[in-house]
DNA sequence: ATGAAAGCGCTAACAC
DNA sequence: GTGTTAGCGCTTTCAT
C-alpha cells in the first residue's frame, strides 16, 4: 500500500480534485453530483466513481453561495422538554422528508431575547422558510420575519395576527369548550392548576378563554395553585393535594397540562377520592401516555402532529413554487377528549 | 412618509448596503459587525446605527466560506420522540450556550442508511464538530466521520471502539449491575420486557450484560416480552399483562425503559401483586417522572444531562483549540436507585 | 453533451 | 484605525 492511499487529506476534498481524478471539468462534475442537465452515462459514472473513491462530500456553503439557494427551514420552538415540541418536529420531518428540505431547531427557552437571538442566528443562513411558535414576538422578530423574504409560519395557536401564515388551534376556544363541558357535565366549584409561566402565551389563552366561558354561566374560579421547575407528574401531586387541602368543596379540577393532571388523577385515586363521581379532573394536550393511566384523563388533543405537518406544507409548497399566496391561515379544531374523568351527570 | 423608506426591499441587503449607508468601508463594516480589530467608537456606532436602520442580517454563508469556519456543531440522535434524547440536546445546548457554536439536529429514526444520508447532508455544511448518538454506523458513515477533519464525540454508549472521543456509559455494565442487585435481593425467576428493537444497540447491550451477569448466578431468564410502537405506558401493562399470564411464577420483571416500567407498575398494583414482595420491578433511565408514581420504580439514571455537557464541552474546546489531544474518553457511572420496587430481602 | 468565465457576499492578508 | 485586493468552492450563464 502506498502511503498517498491511506494518508487522511487534511484539506477538505473539492470539486476541483474529483474533476482531476476523473478528467472531466469541473462544471460536468457539479451537473453529475446535482443530476441537472444532460450528463453521457460514460461522463456519469465516471465522475461518480471519482467521487466515491474520494470520499467527496460537497461543499453546501459555497453551492448556497453561488445558487442563493439553501435548503434548510428555520423551526423554532420555546423547548424540547416539553414532548409536545418534539411532537410537532416529528409532523415537520415528517413532510420535509419527501422534499430537499432539512428542518433546523432553535430553541428559545420561552424568551423573547433568547428567540430573538436565535431568529437572527438562523435568518443569517438565510433559509428557505421558518416555523416559528407562537404569535408572540419582540417588534425585532417581528421586523426581522417580515423582511426575511421567506414564507414565515406561525404555528400552534390562532389568536392574533401573524405575520404571515398560520396553522394551530385557538387556545381560547380550547379553554372555552373545556369550561362548557364541564358546566354542562354539572361541576359548579371549579379550580385551576398550571405553569407559573407569564411567557408561556398558549396556556394564558386557555386560562383566559376558560374562566370567560365560566363567567357566562356565573361560575367562577374558586382557587388556583401554579408551579415551576420539576417533575410536572409529582408537581401535580403536590399541587392538587395542596388545594384540595385548602379547598376542600372543590368538584373540578383543570390542569394546563397532562402531565400535572396525571399526577392529580393518581393522587385522587389514591386518596380515595371518588373521580368523576366527587371531583372531576382535565388535562390538556392529548399525550398518548395519558392511555395507560388507570383511568383516562379528560384532556384536549391539539393535533400537533397535523400541525407540524401543514406547516411543512407550506413551506415546502412555497419554496417548491407550488403555492404562491401568502398569508395562508389554517385552524384545527381542538378535539375535547372526556375520558373517564369528565363524566358526571347534571345534579 | 416616502415610499422607499417603506418598501422592504426584494433583495437581501448585503455588506455593501450598509457600507454605503454609513459611508465606511466595507471591510470596517465587517469588523465592526464581528467586533474584531480595532475600530473607532464614532465609526462604530455609524455602522451599528446604519445596519440596525437598514434592518441588515448578515449572511453566514458568505462568511463561513470566506473564513471557512463553520460555527455549527452536528448533533445526530435517532429519535425526538424518546424524551432521553432531547435531554441529552439540553445539556448540549447548555454548554455550547457559553460559546458561538450552535447545535443542529439530525434525527435518523434508529436507521443505519437514514444516518448515513443525515451525516452527509450535514457534514456538507463543514460544522466545527459532529456529535452522534451510539458507537455503531455503516462503515461509509464511519469513513465520512473519520474523514471530516473536525472533532467526532460519540455519546451514550462506550462499550466499542470510537472513531474519535466518546462520552456515555456501559450498558452492558448497566445491565450487570441490575442484574447482580436483582439476585442480591433474592429474586430467582426473572423475566425481560423490552422493545423490538434489533437496532437499539444500547437496549441489547444491556440485556447482554444482563443475561451474562445472571448466567454467573446461574439464573436464566424464564421469559420475555416485547412490543413496538404506541404509547409505551400502555405497552407496558399489556406486556406485563400477558407475561403474568403465560408465566405466573416469575418473579422479577426488568423492563428495557422507565416508561414501560411504569405500566407495569400501574399494572401490578391495579392487580394488588404484592411489589416488590411477590414481584419486583425496574426499569432504566431515571426519567425524572418516575418520581410521581405510586411507588418508586427501581431505575437506573443513564447521566444524560452530563453526557450532553461533556460531549458539548469536547467539541467546544476542539473548536477553540483548547484541548488539542483527540480520543477522549469519558465514561460515566449509571447510577443504580433502588426505589420501592427492588428492595425485597434474600429468602 | 461539455467547457470557460464570472461572480455569489463575505473575510484574510496585507497595505497605508 | 481604515482601505484594497484577492479569493473561499461552488453554480450561473453563455459558448461550443
Sequence with gaps: ????????PRRPLTLRDVSEASGVSEMTVSRVLRNRGDVSDATRSKVLQAAKTLGYVPN?????????????????????????????????????????????????????EKEERVLFEMLSWRPSGVIVAGLEHSDASRAMLAGAGVPVVEIMDTDGTPI??????????????????IVRAGYQRVAFLGT?????????????????????????????????????????????????????????????NDLIGAGGLLYCLEQGIDVPGRI????????????????????MEAGRLETGRQAARIVAERAAGTLTETGQRIELTPKLELGDTLTRKRL
Excluded at 442563493?68 to 413532510?95: D, H, K, Q, W, Y
Excluded at 386557555?206 to 354561566?217: I, N, V
Aim: glycine letters at 8%.
Design 1 to 8: 500500500m502506498s502511503d498517498e492511499t491511506l494518508k487522511p
Design 60 to 112: 453546501k456553503i459555497a453551492g448556497a453561495l453561488a445558487s442563493s439557494r439553501v435548503n434548510l427551514v428555520a423551526v423554532i420552538i420555546p423547548s424540547l422538554s416539553n414532548m409536545v415540541f418534539p411532537e410537532v418536529m416529528t409532523g415537520i420531518a415528517e413532510v420535509l422528508e419527501g422534499t430537499s428540505l432539512q428542518p433546523v431547531v432553535g430553541v428559545t427557552n420561552y424568551s423573547p
Design 164 to 181: 404571515d401564515s398560520v396553522v394551530g388551534i385557538s387556545h381560547r376556544r380550547a379553554g372555552r369548550e373545556m369550561a362548557r363541558a
Design 196 to 256: 407559573k409561566m407569564p411567557l408561556d402565551h398558549r396556556a394564558r389563552k386557555r386560562f383566559e378563554g376558560f374562566t370567560e366561558a365560566l363567567a357566562k354561566d356565573a361560575i367562577e374560579i374558586v382557587d388556583q395553585e401554579f408551579y415551576s421547575g420539576g417533575s410536572a407528574l409529582l408537581k401535580g401531586r403536590e399541587m392538587t393535594a395542596a388545594l384540595l387541602d385548602r379547598t376542600p368543596d372543590v368538584d373540578f379540577l383543570y390542569y394546563s
Design 280 to 299: 372531576g379532573l382535565a388535562g390538556f394536550n392529548g399525550l398518548d401516555f395519558l392511555e395507560g393511566l388507570p383511568r383516562r384523563l379528560a384532556t
